[in-house]
């Protein structure tokens, strides 16, 4: 079982940057593919960025390249996500996902095994 907690969620204005923090607990940490989806309410979750166990192979959405970047540290057993040049439109609960395999880098929520509680992210105009 793998747990996985998210922080550094808030409130910016547009143009600023946030970098979240997404814990896991395990030991395997360092072979999972990890990823980063956002929802709003009354949407569905959609695919921000994944990052395969190495870190060498990285997919993103085109609504965040350019902007986003996600990365790794397995020996804190941690992936992030820095987000630059915000938006209103990157408003959202930001949800940190985990899968076993070690370079998934599905776009689709279902494909993902394990997932955080999600923290929000407010980007005002």
């Known amino acids: 079982q793998v747990q996985l907690v998210e922080s550094g969620g808030g409130l910016v204005q547009a143009g600023d940057s946030l970098r979240l923090s997404c814990v896991a607990s395990g030991r395997t940490f360092s072979s999972y593919t990890m990823g980063w989806f956002r929802q709003v309410p009354g949407k569905e979750r959609e695919f921000v960025a994944a990052i395969c166990w190495s870190g060498t192979r990285i997919s993103y959405a085109d609504s965040v390249k350019g902007r986003f970047t996600i990365s790794r540290d397995n020996a804190k057993n941690t992936v992030y996500l820095q987000m630059n040049s915000l938006k209103p439109e990157d408003t959202a609960v930001y949800y940190c996902?985990?899968?076993?395999?070690?370079?998934?880098?599905?776009?689709?929520?279902?494909?993902?095994?394990?997932w955080g509680q999600g923290t929000q992210v407010t980007v005002s105009s």
């Open positions: 996902a985990a899968d076993p395999r070690t370079c998934l880098l599905s776009k689709f929520q279902y494909e993902y095994r394990y």
